[in-house]
């Protein structure tokens, strides 16, 4: 079993629309929780932090459940440049604190 | 502030010879990792240095592989003999301390091709 798991998609998004996708963790002694952007063949891009009161950045909402091991992200208003894969990625779960354990991310196209 | 590079951007190296990959983290930043992706599958951890020595090491695949930061600036992964499933994209992190609060900046990659 993967350690993170998420929907390959892709997800088609009319622009301005909203999408939403998660990611479930194996590993309940995960401690951290991130949400990365990936462009076509370039390097992965923090987009933001996890918390576990849930959190919002612009259009961007990321939720927790510690419960049931999984992770959200929302995109509301979707635009054009939001096309990109997402990848979720958990941490601290092992000794080594900086270790990032990437899913293998979820595409989503906006479409004009 | 320069981010993350690395170098080379692409290498194309036949089944058995040796490649070496070089990262330049950002100036200061003690934690510098390095990370695998094989086509179609996820990102996944090689190793984390802690200026130049080695922190955690469990990702790197085998003995083939051997990585070195010599002074603590820049690192090195070289890859010897190299085999067709060592193929895929090569990416180096880096962070000013090895904690959660702190975000790990990655270099554009070294797409390494095996034939």
């Known amino acids: 079993r993967k350690e993170v798991e998420q929907d390959p998609g892709p997800f088609n998004v009319p622009e301005g629309a909203t999408v939403a996708f998660n990611c479930t963790y194996s590993?309940?002694?995960?401690?951290?929780f991130f949400w990365y952007r990936q462009d076509c063949r370039k390097e992965p891009k923090l987009l933001m932090s996890?918390?576990?009161s849930g959190n919002e950045d612009g259009r961007f909402t990321a939720q927790l459940n510690r419960a049931s091991q999984y992770i959200s992200l929302l995109i509301r208003d979707s635009k054009l440049s939001d096309s990109a894969t997402y990848l979720c990625v958990v941490k601290g779960a092992t000794d080594s604190w900086g270790k990032l354990q990437f899913g293998a991310g979820t595409q989503v196209v906006v479409t004009p | 502030e320069a981010g993350v590079t690395q170098f080379p951007s692409h290498s194309v190296i036949e089944k058995g010879q040796t490649v070496t990959l070089r990262c330049d983290p950002i100036s200061g930043h003690d934690n510098l990792y390095w990370y695998r992706r094989v086509m179609g599958k996820e990102i996944k951890f090689l190793l984390h240095?802690?200026?130049?020595?080695?922190?955690?090491e469990s990702g790197m695949p085998n003995n083939r592989f051997l990585a070195e930061r010599t002074g603590g600036t820049y690192s090195t992964l070289k890859v010897q003999p190299a085999e067709l499933e060592d193929s895929g994209v090569y990416f180096c992190?880096?962070?000013?301390?090895?904690?959660?609060?702190?975000?790990?900046?990655f270099g554009p990659g070294t797409r390494l091709t095996v034939t």
């Open positions: 992190a880096s962070a000013r301390q090895d904690r959660a609060t702190y975000e790990q900046y």
């Open positions: 590993n309940s002694a995960s401690q951290s």
């Open positions: 240095f802690v200026k130049e020595s080695k922190q955690d």
């Open positions: 996890v918390y576990s």
